[in-house]
């Protein structure tokens, strides 16, 4: 079973070093939340160790007053288009990458790299979900789902399918998202998600479901130790996660090959390509 971790800003300058010894083979950073990028994910991306697997999530804005109601695929494009500045240098130099599969057969591997944030913006001066608004928060995160992906595409050339972070209860109004991986919050380490229900009378039964049973990764804890896993400074919990046992994290080996001279740095490359890729769509 794969122990995965999800940091941001909260948990300060990363020591990877203790996550290693804890046992963690993977990660999340938390890349964008509306149009600005986490002011912790460059620092924790860029010492991560080489080789490890690392993935990022974007918090979705849907507050109404941070954009004109009737724009919601405007507002979920600009920031996609945002997002993808954050995280194409990275997914460009192979720095950003989660690919899981069975550990039998490769036909099964799918790329997990890149996931929507999507909840309730409680406790931050922002708008919750509610009935009466969900519709907008879908039409938005819908809209930044398919432009990340466009942009990657048309940037990377390589298909990602972007996939989702929620709760058991947003994901039913989520079937549009069905062909992304579906990453849940789900705090208790003992029931597998969206398969066990408890009543109130303390009854427990087993309901699965409309895509809850489909999940590739839960987030168990938001209380973890923080220090013991490698935070620096500010937040004293760290959030863990576990992987479906049907799932692996894939770690790939790359071959030693003989490599020419360096003539421009990686950082120059990315520019290069991110421009001619600006150019080419008229910005």
Not at 55 to 70: N, R, S, V
Not at 132 to 155: P, S, Y
Request: glycine share 8%.
């Amino acid at each position: 079973m794969s122990e995965v971790i999800d940091l941001s800003y909260a948990n300060g300058k990363f020591n990877w070093s203790k996550a290693v010894a804890k046992g963690v083979d993977s990660a999340y950073l938390k890349a964008s939340q509306r149009n600005f990028p986490d002011p912790m994910f460059k620092t924790n991306i860029e010492s991560a160790p080489d080789g490890f697997p690392v993935g990022a999530y974007f918090y979705i804005d849907y507050t109404l007053k941070h954009y004109a109601a009737g724009k919601e695929i405007e507002f979920g494009k600009d920031q996609a288009s945002k997002a993808a500045e954050i995280v194409l240098p990275y997914l460009l130099t192979g720095k950003l990458g989660i690919t899981i599969w069975d550990g039998k057969d490769p036909k099964t591997e799918r790329d997990a790299t890149l996931s929507l944030d999507v909840e309730d913006n409680s406790g931050s001066g922002w708008e919750r979900i509610t009935p009466e608004n969900v519709g907008r928060v879908m039409a938005i995160t819908l809209a930044f789902k398919q432009k990340l992906e466009q942009i990657i595409w048309e940037t990377e050339k390589k298909k990602r399918i972007v996939g989702t972070y929620s709760n058991c209860t947003l994901v039913q109004s989520m079937r549009n998202f069905k062909d992304g991986l579906l990453w849940l919050a789900w705090y208790t380490s003992l029931f597998d998600p969206g398969y066990v229900k408890k009543l109130a009378n303390g009854t427990v039964y087993y309901a699965s479901g409309a895509w809850m049973g489909d999940w590739f990764m839960h987030q168990y804890s938001s209380r973890g130790d923080g220090q013991a896993y490698g935070n620096s400074v500010g937040n004293q919990w760290i959030d863990l996660n576990r992987v479906n046992e049907k799932w692996q994290i894939l770690r790939k080996s790359a071959p030693e090959v003989e490599r020419p001279p360096i003539t421009h740095t990686l950082e120059e490359k990315v520019q290069v390509m991110w421009l001619d890729y600006l150019e080419r769509k008229g910005n």
